[in-house]
């Protein structure tokens, strides 16, 4: 488990190395061990689901994605299986380890591989089959490389404390994002983050301790919907 304590003793490559290795996904938190029972995973289930669909139907209010490159032609409507892929595939996947995150606050490695597996198999099928250009499955990786170099040069900054699962998990997701909006892809990193430093703040103010911390996750799936619901008003604006 990463404190600001144990980072303040680590170099900056030693913290960049127990960032990428450990499994903790949490800013700045050492919880008890709680073991997970099939209630929790249940939960998961059920509200990954809920956060896939409403997070479809709010990318699908538009006919063009903010700033997307994917649609061929203006007023072209996006693909269902684009929309699922780039949008519904992240959600589930934050609501559901969203809620393991508050319970064990942790993201281990196979669920973080099995969503950047599922990611390195729709970006190319999703140009494969034609339901996105090649250039927009360009730039979606190139988003991923560039929010996965950020937060690792922030894990080697002194005192830096980002967790492994949040150094894994955020630039999948974020690459998933820029296949329906670039845009979209960055601003939902940038807003999970202030947010996440937002309730940090908030809780050493009503007197929590320096190793107490936020599961990240569940900000990051309540920023997924933000993000998506300020993209209407933005594209809104463009065609006008």
Known sequence: MTTIDQVAEQTPVAAAISAATTTETSTLVTPAPVALDARAHVSGLVVGGVLAAASVVLASIIPTP???LW????????????????VGLPAFAL??????????????????????????????????LGAA????????????????????AMALLPGG??????????????????????VGGF?????????TVAALV????RGA??????PMVPIGALCLLLTLAALIPVQSALTL
């Open 71 to 86: 649609s061929q032609s203006a007023g072209q409507a996006e693909p269902l299986v684009l929309l699922s892929a780039a």
């Open 209 to 214: 301790g320096k190793d107490t911390g936020v």
């Open 95 to 128: 609501g559901y380890l969203g809620v393991l995150d508050m319970r064990t606050h942790l993201v281990r490695n196979h669920h973080n591989a099995a969503l950047l597996g599922l990611a390195g198999i729709a970006l190319p099928l999703a140009g494969l």
């Open 161 to 182: 404390a980002i967790g492994g699962g949040d150094l894994k998990l955020l630039p999948t997701v974020a690459m998933l994002l820029a296949l329906h909006s670039p």
């Open 187 to 195: 601003v939902w990193v940038l807003l999970t983050l202030v947010l």
């Open 66 to 68: 903010a700033l997307g």
């Open 133 to 152: 250009p090649w250039a927009a499955v360009g730039v979606a990786a190139a988003v991923g490389a560039m929010v996965f170099v950020t937060l690792l």
């Open 202 to 205: 908030v809780m050493r103010l």
